[in-house]
Nanobody, 120 residues
Framework: QVQLVESGGGLVQTGGSLRLSCAAS????????MHWFRQAPGKQRELVAS???????NYADSVKGRFTISRDNAENTVYLQMSNLKPEDTAVYYC??????????????WGQGTQVTVSS
């Protein structure tokens, strides 16, 4: 059993910054690519940023230059540094990871989500 637990959300003013964390816990697992998604009220969940186990990254156009994804493989943790936040960044942010448990096939795991609210 593997769990992903996000933290770091909150309320911030326009132009402010937040750092999200997502830590994986369990035993005998290997993590592949990790992602951050977000879902605003009334909208579909969208991919925000991705990072492979080797550190290659990709970003949605809407966050390029403002958000930075990183990971600490030793700590099984992925981060999302968000700067110059805008009201349209308001959403529940979810961590997602491809995980292999005990050398089984990779499966997709989700965190419970953390709320980010940007006030204008």
């Amino acid at each position: 059993q593997v769990q992903l637990v996000e933290s770091g959300g909150g309320l911030v003013q326009t132009g402010g910054s937040l750092r999200l964390s997502c830590a994986a816990s369990g035993s005998s697992f290997t993590i592949g690519t990790m992602h951050w998604f977000r879902q605003a009220p009334g909208k579909q969940r969208e991919l925000v940023a991705s990072i492979t186990s080797g550190g290659s990254t990709n970003y949605a156009d809407s966050v390029k230059g403002r958000f930075t994804i990183s990971r600490d493989n030793a700590e099984n943790t992925v981060y999302l540094q968000m700067s110059n936040l805008k009201p349209e960044d308001t959403a529940v942010y979810y961590c997602n990871a491809r995980v292999s448990v005990r050398r089984s096939a990779f499966d997709i795991y989700w965190g419970q989500g953390t709320q980010v609210t940007v006030s204008s």
